[in-house]
């Protein structure tokens, strides 16, 4: 059973909307982050957060945002859509130093 | 700064046969060492992990074990099944544990029956 989710899983939206993709976990982890993968399978650290109020950017954020009010729920919002935003998100938490990341399943983005 | 270096693939391979995919890391300090397994349409999975020189980490068949002396971590597995065709990565955890893991590129694992 999944203690981090991603929601929408599937989401096709048209170029120029706003869209915000959902994570949250029931972890308690304080350190949560936005990957996106291309389809060579590369993963890019888009934005991470170390706990409530802390966000900080990697190394493909400049065209989303994210927020940290709640310890469980890291969303990121892309504010206008283009086709090159089409890939896989995944969001992922962690407990700490030693631990590695628990995954949610990840949300398929398509823009037309 | 620090990073991770994985074969490329895809790597083909008949069913029962042996496995290794080559990891190398560059860091400073004492990292810890990772591999995740992505199966066709899912997120990254945790396969195994090693925290310190000489471990080794062990899960489901596979095995890595943490090299410093070489900087390496290489995933093996002594007889795959058509089950484990996924895509593999290998990652490290810098020292200070709260920066973020840096991921390798993968490997993408086919198994044939």
């Known amino acids: 059973e999944a203690d981090i989710y991603q929601t929408p899983r599937y989401l096709v939206i048209g170029t120029g909307k706003k869209i915000t993709l959902e994570c949250s976990q029931t972890?308690?982890?304080?350190?949560m982050y936005w990957y996106q993968q291309d389809p060579g399978m590369e993963l890019h650290l888009i934005h991470y957060?170390?706990?409530?109020?802390?966000?900080e950017k990697g190394d493909l954020s400049s065209e989303s945002t994210v927020s940290r009010i709640r310890t469980e729920h890291f969303p990121l919002t892309l504010e206008s859509a283009r086709p090159s935003h089409t890939s896989q998100y995944l969001c992922a938490s962690r407990q700490g130093g030693d631990y590695g990341y628990t995954f949610g399943s990840g949300t398929r983005l398509t823009v037309v | 700064g620090d990073s991770v270096t994985q074969m490329e693939g895809p790597v083909t391979l008949s069913e029962e046969a042996f496995l290794t995919i080559n990891c190398t890391y560059t860091a400073t300090g004492y990292p810890s060492l990772f591999w995740y397994v992505q199966y066709p349409g899912e997120g990254l999975q945790l396969l195994l992990k090693a925290t310190k020189a000489d471990d080794k980490g062990s899960n489901k068949g596979f095995e890595a074990t943490y090299r410093k002396e070489t900087t390496s971590f290489h995933l093996e597995k002594g007889s795959v099944q058509v089950s484990d065709s996924a895509v593999y990565f290998c990652?490290?955890?810098?020292?200070?544990?709260?920066?973020?893991?840096?991921f390798g590129k993968g490997t993408r694992l086919s198994v044939i029956a």
């Open positions: 972890m308690g982890h304080d350190k």
């Open positions: 957060s170390y706990g409530v109020n802390s966000t």
């Open positions: 990652a490290l955890s810098p020292n200070s544990g709260n920066t973020p893991l840096v």
